[in-house]
């Protein structure tokens, strides 16, 4: 069973940074994109960065400029440093990962999120 761990989340003051990390574990499998998601209390979860095997990389327009996402294949990781914190950035992230496990797939998996808040 894939799982997705995610840490670096908390609390930091507007125009502060942040650090987010995913490893997935468990099991023999191929990971295609992998990405992060936030959810703010009551909005829809959206998208804030995603990032392919290769290294391309997309990201949502609120974000462009003061995030960027990272990844090692090798180690099955993707992190977010996130600059120039708001407090509209203050959400649960999520992280998440297109798996394909043996000729199966692609499989969405879901880290079970980290809480970060922007506030003074």
């Known amino acids: 069973q894939v799982q997705l761990v995610e840490s670096g989340g908390g609390l930091v003051q507007p125009g502060g940074s942040l650090r987010l990390s995913c490893a997935a574990s468990?099991?023999?499998?191929?990971?295609?994109?992998m990405g992060w998601y936030r959810q703010a209390p009551g909005k829809e979860r959206e998208l804030v960065a995603k990032?392919?095997?290769?290294?391309?990389?997309n990201y949502a327009d609120p974000v462009k400029g003061r995030f960027t996402a990272s990844r090692d294949n090798a180690k099955s990781m993707v992190d977010l440093q996130m600059n120039d914190l708001k407090p509209e950035d203050t959400a649960v992230y999520y992280c998440?990962?297109?798996?394909?496990?043996?000729?199966?797939?692609?499989?969405?998996?879901w880290g079970k999120g980290t809480l970060v808040t922007v506030s003074s």
């Open positions: 990032i392919t095997s290769g290294g391309n990389t």
């Open positions: 468990g099991g023999i499998f191929r990971i295609n994109a």
């Open positions: 998440n990962a297109e798996v394909y496990i043996g000729s199966y797939g692609p499989y969405n998996y």
